[in-house]
């Protein structure tokens, strides 16, 4: 049995665009996806999230069971008169389903440059061990 | 019309840059045309600012230039050191950008500043004087 290899399979998180339908779900508004990589090292999984425009306060990051969502807010003030324009401040909301390989209570968020980093470690059972065989 | 009214020469170039930028854009190996990073312009008083969305690069990886009538952002931004097999999901993209802005005849590119903030890029240049209008007497005769 390859430890490692199911481990990663459970503790793959599922990305939802669509608000979870509770209480506590997102405000009323238009959100949009923002881009996400996730990829796993020995100790967990790490997600990372671009919110441009995003700063501290405006970022809310829950868990609610096996969902996990984030939310950013950025600044829609305009810096002056629009002349010509690309890109428009929205607000950003996903949420993910985690699997039982995750320790919840080890979960921490940082946001550096507008990137919202999630790092998801591994319950310490779910991590690779060496059985000891015990001889006859 | 509004292009009229503040009689601006470089609002035909940027959309001539735009299209060409098209072609030439380049962010992520895999990735052979967008405009990247998206760019808005803003005009307020005595100014006109540039934000663009810039997440996850440094300030280290991004250089802007100026020469004669063109500003030009160039960068790069760095994907994480892992390995491809790592990833169970990859949406963001990584690589160098460039992106060029003919300035407008009005602005003094020797007052440009720029600012990083949350992934944000925002450059600002102020005016040149505006030129004033000379009375020239006519003879009538």
Redesign the interface.
């Known amino acids: 049995m390859d430890l490692g290899r199911q481990g990663a399979e459970t503790g793959r998180i599922h990305p939802s665009n669509r608000p979870p339908e509770r209480a506590d779900g997102p405000p009323a508004g238009s959100y949009v996806p923002p881009a996400v990589d996730i990829y796993e090292e020995p100790d967990g999984l790490v997600l990372l999230a671009d919110m441009p425009g995003v700063a501290s306060a405006g970022l809310d990051v829950r868990l609610d069971r096996d969902t996990l969502t984030i939310l950013g807010q950025p600044s829609k003030d305009d810096p002056g008169e629009p002349r010509h324009r690309e890109w428009k401040a929205e607000d950003y909301y996903r949420a993910f389903t985690l699997g039982d390989v995750i320790d919840r209570s080890k979960i921490t968020a940082d946001l550096k440059d507008g990137v919202l980093i999630v790092r998801l470690p591994k319950a310490a059972e779910a991590k690779p061990r060496k059985i000891q065989v015990r001889s006859e | 019309m509004w292009r009229q009214q503040?009689g601006w020469d470089w609002?035909p170039d940027?959309a001539d840059l735009t299209r060409r930028l098209v072609d030439s854009g380049r962010f992520g190996a895999a990735e052979g045309t967008g405009?990247f990073p998206?760019?808005?312009?803003?005009?307020?008083?005595d100014?006109?600012?540039l934000?663009l969305?810039?997440?996850?690069?440094?300030l280290e990886d991004i250089d802007l230039s100026v020469t004669a009538d063109t500003l030009t952002i160039e960068g790069e931004r760095k994907p994480?050191e892992?390995d491809e097999e790592?990833?169970?999901?990859?949406?963001?993209?990584f690589g160098h950008f460039k992106r060029s802005v003919t300035l407008p005849d009005r602005v003094r590119p020797d007052g440009i500043t720029a600012t990083?903030k949350?992934?944000?890029l925002?450059v600002e240049f102020p005016k040149a004087e505006p030129v004033k209008p000379q009375q020239i007497r006519v003879a009538i005769g």
């Open positions: 503040f609002l940027l405009t998206p760019l808005n312009i803003f005009e307020k008083g100014r006109f600012l934000t969305e810039v997440p996850g690069v440094s994480p892992v790592c990833y169970h999901r990859r949406e963001r993209r990083l949350a992934g944000v925002t």
